[in-house]
T-cell receptor
Framework: GQQVMQIPQYQHVQEGEDFTTYCNSSTTLSNIQWYKQRPGGHPVFLIQLVKSGEVKKQKRLTFQFGEAKKNSSLHITATQTTDVGTYFCAGPRNAGNMLTFGGGTRLMVKP | NAGVTQTPKFRILKIGQSMTLQCTQDMNHNYMYWYRQDPGMGLKLIYYSVGAGITDKGEVPNGYNVSRSTTEDFPLRLELAAPSQTSVYFC????????????FGDGTRLSIL
């Protein structure tokens, strides 16, 4: 079945450093979604990418969808303590009615 | 709008007890999901529903049951609770359409002792 892998599993950064998490799918995706889960919280939808090679920005966050639509990345420029949390990518399956979530990347930021 | 509401927020059960985790959404979403998240891990799908009266198993359905009698409600039943079911349980819903995001409730933190 479809598998979605994320690396790294954990990342410690100093505040102000950049951060990147990578997402790889075993199958071609029609789209990819990114979610953020703050410590003790629930996943919250951040963004969706649909087109091959698409790049979207949200302030300091840059999301990319690979040309082959099998991988994606999230890059945070100049991390802040408010960026702390776990970032999940998710790919659709079952005609888009379900999501396969990656294992997540937990970001910790030292002030 | 409240979105997705889960109750209770916390619960401690003894081994062998049963309970129902409640989930309700006010967005008129057809699709609803139950996930479990073990400490430091990702989300595993337990059951899902594509509409009232229709449910289906996800990746880890053993030990759980669901029902969907209305569009709004999607309760998850644990029968004969076991320590392996200690986890955080999230309910989510999604509107019609392939590209719709999932909206999550705050979760229920369940410990089985």
């Amino acid at each position: 079945g479809q598998q979605v892998m994320q690396i790294p599993q954990y990342q410690h950064v100093q505040e102000g450093e950049d951060f990147t998490t990578y997402c790889n799918s075993s199958t071609t995706l029609s789209n990819i979604q990114w979610y953020k889960q703050r410590p003790g919280g629930h996943p919250v939808f951040l963004i969706q990418l649909v087109k091959s090679g698409e790049v979207k920005k949200q302030k300091r966050l840059t999301f990319q969808f690979g040309e082959a639509k099998k991988n994606s990345s999230l890059h945070i420029t100049a991390t802040q303590t408010t960026d702390v949390g776990t970032y999940f990518c998710a790919g659709p399956r079952n005609a888009g009615n379900m999501l396969t979530f990656g294992g997540g990347t937990r970001l910790m930021v030292k002030p | 709008n409240a979105g997705v509401t889960q109750t209770p927020k916390f619960r401690i059960l003894k081994i062998g007890q049963s309970m129902t985790l409640q989930c309700t959404q006010d967005m008129n979403h057809n699709y609803m999901y139950w996930y479990r998240q073990d400490p430091g891990m990702g989300l595993k799908l337990i059951y899902y529903s594509v509409g009232a009266g229709i449910t289906d198993k996800g990746e880890v359905p053993n030990g759980y049951n669901v029902s969907r009698s209305t569009t709004e409600d999607f309760p998850l039943r644990l029968e004969l609770a076991a320590p392996s079911q200690t986890s955080v349980y999230f309910c989510a819903s999604k509107g019609q359409g392939v590209n719709q995001p999932q909206h999550f409730g705050d979760g229920t933190r369940l410990s089985i002792l």
